[in-house]
């Protein structure tokens, strides 16, 4: 295995989302392995989920405020030099800083994984500075070029394995459209909904999780009168079995990083129909059918076509999706080169 790593997880809050997922299973990997982990974070209730090996610690990682920002700094730099720790791994903008401060204080590798494609600003500076960093797909690596260090990889997320396949039909009705994913805008439920409303036939939509956004999409749902096809069901912990009896899986997403959601839908075998977004070209055998991001009439139409021919088009690559074990010996290979490069840096000292 080599030598047993001491590594600090930061990521802001630990919620259901896509990248809480994403050190969730990384973290649980790790300790799975040997090594020592802690995740540092405001808290959330995925905590629990969390290997009982994996340490916890309550900062204010997420506050927007680059005095509170440069306090945590500060107390991980000092814990970490204190305790011995070998890496610090940051996900999402405010620890990037975090975590470019408290290496420079500590004297400690630090790595950063970028989840999305975000917004080309200043925010994004301490990624040069970064040991290396590893990006969630190509498209995300691609976008963020002019702002990553020399070391930048792509590793796609890896998904835990399942047992279930997709069990539903294209045949049977009522016809069971599924959504998962955190309602927000960027995730693009508001368009299908529109689309919907238009399309006729013994159809049911279900909706499987949470968000800000959850109250104005139920009012869109009444405004459009479709309460009696479409079902609000909250945040859910068994969306494998959700997966397995649906129709088809709907991902409208506007932006993505990596649609973990997508992903299990493909290894499990589930029909989709998916946005033509960047990361998900990457996965997709036939990009030509993937239908325009936030395009009402394209949704409207590839939905009407589904519940007609009662087939899909479009095609992906299971095998492109790795596994929760692979994505992590791939990130502790990342670990071992970064701390490589300090250690020869110290000796050229």
Same mark, same amino acid.
């Given at each position: &295995? ?10 802001? *809050? ?26 540092? +974070? ?23 405020? =680059? ?10 730099? $000092? ?47 301490? #990624?040069?500075?970064? %040991? ?16 990553? =260090? ?10 835990? =394995? +399942?047992?279930?396949?997709?069990? /539903?039909? #294209? ?24 689309? @919907? ?13 949470? $968000?800000? &956004? ?38 409208? %997403? #506007?932006? *993505? /990083? ?12 589930? =029909?989709?129909?998916? %946005? ?8 997709? @055998? ?28 479009? @095609?992906?690559? /299971? ?6 074990? *692979? ?11 970064? &701390?490589? #490069? ?8």
């Amino acid at each position: &295995m080599g030598k047993t790593l001491k590594v600090m997880q930061i990521l802001p *809050e630990f919620h259901e989302g896509g990248v809480e997922r994403h050190v969730l299973w990384l973290s649980n990997e790790m300790a799975k392995k040997g090594h020592e982990v802690l995740v540092v +974070t405001k808290g959330g209730k995925l905590e629990s989920h969390l290997d009982e090996r994996v340490g916890v610690w309550h900062l204010p990682v997420h506050a927007k405020n =680059p005095v509170t920002a440069f306090f945590c700094a500060m107390r991980i730099a $000092g814990r970490a030099k204190k305790e011995g720790w070998d890496i610090l791994h940051a996900h999402s903008r405010v620890p990037f800083w975090i975590a470019r401060w408290a290496s420079s204080k500590g004297d400690i590798p630090w790595v950063a994984t970028t989840h999305d494609t975000f917004k080309h600003s200043c925010v994004l500076a301490p #990624l040069k500075k970064a %040991s290396a960093t590893i990006s969630v797909s190509r498209s995300v690596k691609d976008h963020l070029v002019p702002y990553l =260090p020399k070391n930048a990889f792509v590793i796609y997320n890896g998904l835990l =394995p +399942t047992e279930k396949t997709w069990q /539903g039909s #294209l045949e049977k009705d009522p016809f069971k459209f599924l959504f998962i994913g955190r309602l927000t805008p960027r995730k693009g439920l508001q368009v299908v909904l529109k689309a @919907l409303a238009d399309v006729k036939g013994n159809w049911i939509l279900d909706v499987v999780g949470d $968000g800000p &956004m959850r109250k104005e999409l139920e009012n869109l749902v009444d405004g459009l009168r479709l309460s009696d096809k479409v079902r609000f069901w909250g945040f859910r912990d068994d969306t494998d079995d959700w997966h397995a009896k649906c129709s088809c899986f709907l991902f409208p %997403s #506007l932006e *993505e /990083g990596m649609g973990m959601t997508l992903m299990r839908a493909i290894q499990m075998g589930v =029909p989709v129909l998916a %946005s033509n977004l960047p990361p998900v070209r990457e996965l997709c @055998l036939n990009p030509e059918a993937l239908l325009k991001p936030g395009d009402e009439a394209s949704w409207r139409e590839a939905l009407k076509v589904l519940l007609t021919e009662r087939k899909v088009t479009q @095609l992906f690559d /299971g095998d492109k999706i790795p596994t929760v074990e *692979e994505m992590t010996r791939k990130v502790l290979e990342v670990y071992q080169r970064c &701390m490589a #490069l300090k250690k020869k840096e110290v000796i050229s000292c």
